[in-house]
Every structure is written in C-alpha cells, then in structure tokens.
C-alpha cells in the first residue's frame, strides 16, 4: 500500500490550497485518514483526522479554516485549506490505518504515511 500525496505549494497569505491523497495497493478498507504538518526543527502535529463515520477532529489552529473529506471510492482524503497564514508554512504528511485483509474475522491493520507535499505560505 502507498500513499500518494499531492497539492501544495506556494500561496499568498489569505489564500487557499487542496491537497490531495490516494492509498493504492492492497487495500480492504480504510479506517481513519488524517492529515499532519511538520515545520522545520518541530514535530510532527496533527492538523485533521476524518473517520470511517465521517466525524471529523481538528486542531484548534485551523478550525474553521481547513476542512477534511474523504472518497471511500477512490481511497482518497483531501484537505481544503483556507485563509491560509504564514504560520500554516510546513510539511503536510497525509496518514491511513489501512485494513489489509480480515482473518477469522478480525480486521489486520497497519498505519502508511505518504511522503510530504510542501505548502508555504509567503507574500
């Protein structure tokens, strides 16, 4: 399984950005997808998590800014983000507890990470 993000870039402040992520691979079904930032020298933090219900957790910088989807179809999360801000500037790793397969009934998942997509926020 791979997780392939897409979407960022540069953008003035005010502005918006879609970012995109497929899971491919073997997949049986996708528990919850989120997305995370990582600034340079801090950690990684959570920036939105959607469930297989669709409920939906945000952090408390970007609520009302960004908002998170999902299409169970197409294995894919997206995150639309909004009046954007200089300090929105990171690293945007998208995350999938994937259901590889199920045996005697119980549910074999892994956590995959895809590989970044920069979104700098600059005038």
């Known amino acids: 399984v791979q997780l392939q993000a897409s979407g960022g870039g540069l953008v003035q402040p005010g502005g918006s950005l879609r970012l995109s992520c497929v899971a491919s691979g073997s997949v049986y079904s996708i528990k919850h997808m989120g997305w995370y930032y990582q600034a340079p020298g801090k950690q990684r933090e959570s920036v939105a998590i959607?469930?297989?219900?669709?409920?939906?957790n945000y952090a408390d910088s970007v609520k009302g800014r960004f908002t998170i989807s999902r299409d169970n179809a197409r294995n894919t999360v997206y995150l639309q983000m909004n009046s954007l801000k200089p300090e929105d500037t990171a690293a945007y790793y998208c995350?999938?507890?994937?259901?590889?397969?199920?045996?005697?009934?119980?549910?074999?998942?892994?956590?995959?990470w895809g590989q970044g997509t920069l979104v700098t926020v600059s005038s």
């Open positions: 959607i469930n297989s219900d669709d409920s939906t």
């Open positions: 995350n999938a507890n994937v259901v590889l397969t199920v045996v005697a009934g119980k549910e074999v998942l892994y956590d995959y």
